[in-house]
């Protein structure tokens, strides 16, 4: 049993089943993220924690507690939107005490712990102001510091950062790691950002048409990803996916696939992947941006690094890296290369590809195979 445990959850709205039977046993203390494209359900699982919304069928339960037909207001959880609903005419200080107020929490004690939530979240010389003096920055601290104020037992976000301007949410998406590392409380995020996914989560749920797709570790979810939509979802730019067959030559297999300018690579497995017995099967081929590399960027650790001759469709110098478009299997990848590599558009060019990271999917399932 865990701290937060989703059993068996679904939602229907009259025929229609929004969120498939979900199971999520979440500890105390984690941070899990749900993440998926629009319209994919994590709104509505989250609502259902909070209790906004009500089970269809299955149950929530916090501390071993089912919370069917429990109140929001008596879950003792907190949640934070994205539209931050302060209120205009009362000031920060109000704004953040209003919750313990409604508790019949005494005034000594809400001025406390203001004062508290204030420093820890750097808004102490805001405390006089209305939300409408305040940056789009200032007033999410304003909306985590009413959530954080109550000592909930779960914190529920629900794209806390999809309204700030780009730069801002990187600088809030860490803000908000030091504070999960230093209070350890449990929170449930939704996100649409993978990026917000990774770096944020101890564990990721990601969702796609109402159904868990996968559920796991950050590196799980980027070095396995158990199908091709988590796969193709997960990661930027996306893991490259091409198809291709397996053959086995000296002993060996290996990933062939077509290539741009008409020839074709031969690409060995690692060992023990287990593939010997397959020859002739068709596969997609999932290998990520930085799998695919010029000679120097490969990774030193890998023992399975292969160099293959593959002719250069464009480049893209970003800064640090240097993306490089090619043809393999008919699709064109991308890989990531040194930013100083001497790469030309139209030239054949050795890539080195890196077999170890390589994952393989099923082409009708769309499930990883290996
Ligand atoms: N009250 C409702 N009645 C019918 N359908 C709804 C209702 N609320 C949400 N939906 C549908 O449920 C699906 C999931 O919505 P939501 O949980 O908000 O997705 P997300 O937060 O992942 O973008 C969507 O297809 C949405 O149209
Ligand atoms: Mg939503």
Redesign the pocket.
Known sequence: MGFLDIRRATKSYGAVKILHETNISVEEGEFLVLVGP?GCG??TL?NMIAGLEEVTTGDIAIKGRSMNGVRPAERNIAMVFQSYALYPNMNVAKNIAFGLEMHGVPKPERDKAVAQVADLLQITHLLDRKPGQLSGGQRQRVAMGRALVRDPDVFLF??PLSNLDAKLRVDMRTEIKKLHRKLRTTIVY?T?DQIEALTLSTRIAVMFGGHVQQLGTPKEIYDTPANMFVAGFMGSPSMNLFPATIAVEEGRAVAKARCGGGGEVALPFAEGRGFEAQAGREIVLGLRPEAITDRDGADRQSRAVHVVDVPVEITEPAGSDTFVMAHLGGKEVTGRFRADVDVRPGEVFPFAINMEKAVAFDPTTELRIA
């Open positions: 629009s994590k709104s989250l629900d794209e939704v649409h």
